[in-house]
Structure formats: C-alpha cells, structure tokens
C-alpha cells in the first residue's frame, strides 16, 4: 500500500528583501502517523524559494530570506 501525503504552503512575497521566515512543523498521514521523506517546499510567484525533506519524526524546518 502507497502512502502519499502533501503539504502545500503557499507566501505572497511582495519585498522579498524585507521579509525573512522561518517555517516549521511535521508532516502526518490521514491516520497522525509522521511522514519521513516527504518533500517540503515554500514557493513565491517566480518559483522554489526554500525546500528541504521530512525528518523519520516527520518534522522540517525552512528558513527563507
């Protein structure tokens, strides 16, 4: 059986230069168990601004300019 779990997160950025963030948390299936591997990715209207892959506890932390 295939899993698959997303998390979509999604930043209007208007000066990018002016803003810094730092996202954190943890991915889960339908059931609460933790998703590991899973990829994360905070995107603006050009593209991928930061991106990085679930911990085995399901957890990330993204840190964006």
């Known amino acids: 059986m295939r899993i ?6 999604s930043f209007s950025i208007f000066s990018a ?12 299936d339908p059931s609460g168990a933790p ?5 994360v990715s905070i995107m603006n209207r050009v593209g991928v601004v930061a991106q990085t892959v679930t911990s ?3 957890t990330f932390a993204l840190k964006t300019a």
């Not at 230069?17 to 889960?28: P, Q, Y």
């Not at 998703?35 to 990829?39: H, T």
Request: glycine share 20%; aromatic share 8%; net charge neutral.
């Open 17 to 28: 230069g002016l803003w810094a963030f730092d996202v954190k948390g943890t991915v889960v």
């Open 4 to 9: 698959c779990a997303g998390l979509v997160a």
């Open 35 to 39: 998703v590991s591997g899973a990829q």
């Open 56 to 58: 085995v506890a399901g």
